[in-house]
């Protein structure tokens, strides 16, 4: 659970959340003979250490009665006590330790109606249409929003990706470039303005069809326990071997996923541990190219690697792109520079529009930010 809810762009991305429910189902059948075979044990110790207990008492009374037939004690105090003793032990035992388990299992209690009791956050209408993809064009029209009550992160965003072309979004961090990304796949729902889809407003389809359609690679780099066949075909869970392989060679990672002794059977590890962030990269981009999804978003997916595993890895980028509409953010305008169209995004809007010469040339804030990153002979050859 706790995997699935770390994970959970992924699983929505992918529409991965009957699969999910499945994976939870399993681990709690688990989790279920877990506990029973906990619980057996503890039924069995339970009467043996009362019967040890009993056994002690009965030598305590056997001792006590000794001492009485020597005359040094008399029967009525021996009874009296012993009497007591057994008759208050237990009640006060449990008097003790009422008001703690009542108070801790109301609270438990009313946690749990309140999850039981709350509306699914992605409710929707069976009968909402699906979307349909031709061309792949993203349009926003004076879209705003806000996370929290009067904190504004976009305000009248409006642009047009493209269909099959890459457009590029860079500016200063928090200045609402993922936001971007979270409305498309519909994380969020904008506050004001539309995103439509090849003209089609995507709050009137379905999120299922919408992000069928949508291939995601995000900066996380986020993979699931299991093995490396596993975490590709995610992508597509009925792709064949031949299907996912041919993903893994397009995305540059055949090669060193057959380095390892067990090849595709490899484990990654709790989030991917076991491998290194190119490594992690080209496997996110091998799920991308399986799901084989028209238009594809890319969140910073080379932003921690070192430059020879991003070299690797945006070659990969470079195929996956191809024939697709690609939506692109980037803190490295290196990565940018070949992108049909670029978007300055500064403060929750758009301020800036065109292709790396054309900015350049505007000497404004692309031009600002080119500057930070390369020395002025490179500006000026630029």
């Known amino acids: ?24 189902d399993e681990n709690i059948r688990d989790l279920e003979a877990g506990l029973n075979t906990r619980a057996r044990v503890v039924s069995r110790t339970g009467p043996l250490m009362e019967t040890l ?15 009485v037939l020597n005359g040094a004690k008399m029967p009525g105090e021996f009874f009296s006590a012993i009497t007591a003793l057994l008759l208050a032990y237990e009640p006060a035992k449990r008097l003790a330790r009422l008001n703690l388990d009542l108070a801790a299992n109301l ?6 109606f309140d999850i039981l009791d709350s509306a699914p956050m992605e409710a929707e209408p069976i009968a909402m249409p699906a979307l349909k993809v ?8 004076d879209v705003s929003f806000e996370y929290r009550a009067g904190e504004t992160v976009l305000r009248n965003v ?13 500016g200063t961090s928090g200045g609402g470039k993922s936001t971007v990304m979270n409305l498309i796949e519909r994380f969020y729902e904008p506050s004001s303005g539309t995103i439509s889809i090849d003209s089609q407003d995507i709050a009137a389809h379905s999120r299922h069809s919408l992000r069928d359609q949508i291939a995601y690679v995000s900066q996380d780099l986020f993979l699931f326990s299991g093995t490396i066949r596993e975490n590709i075909r995610l992508g597509k869970p009925g792709a064949t ?7 893994a060679k397009a995305a540059h990672a055949h090669d060193f996923i057959m380095g390892f002794e067990n090849g595709y059977d490899t484990q990654v590890g709790e989030h991917g541990a076991q491998l290194s962030g190119g ?5 996110s981009i091998a799920r991308a190219f399986l799901k084989n999804a028209p238009i594809l978003l890319l969140d910073e997916p080379t932003a921690a690697l070192d430059a020879e595993s991003e070299k690797e890895v945006q070659r990969a980028l470079d195929d996956l792109r191809k024939s697709r509409t690609t939506l692109l953010i980037a803190h490295r305008l290196q990565t940018v520079m070949s992108a049909d169209k670029i978007c300055v995004v500064d403060d929750g809007s758009i301020v800036e529009t065109g292709t790396h010469q054309e900015l350049l040339a505007r000497r404004g804030r692309y031009h600002a930010f080119y500057r ?9 050859n630029g």
């Open 134 to 141: 031709t061309r792949g064009e993203i349009e926003f029209r």
């Open 158 to 170: 409006s642009f047009t990706a493209e269909a099959q072309r890459t457009t590029a979004l860079v």
């Open 372 to 380: 930070l990153q390369f020395d002025d002979r490179n500006v000026v």
């Open 53 to 67: 207990g009993g056994m002690a008492v009965g030598l305590f009374v056997i001792y006590a009665g000794f001492s």
């Open 241 to 247: 071997d031949e299907e996912f392989i041919a993903a």
């Open 279 to 283: 490594q992690r990269a080209r496997i």
């Open 107 to 112: 609270t438990l209690s009313r946690f749990l």
């Open 1 to 24: 659970m706790q995997e699935t809810v770390q994970g959970i762009r992924a699983v929505k991305s992918y529409n991965l959340e009957d699969r999910m429910r499945t994976r939870m």
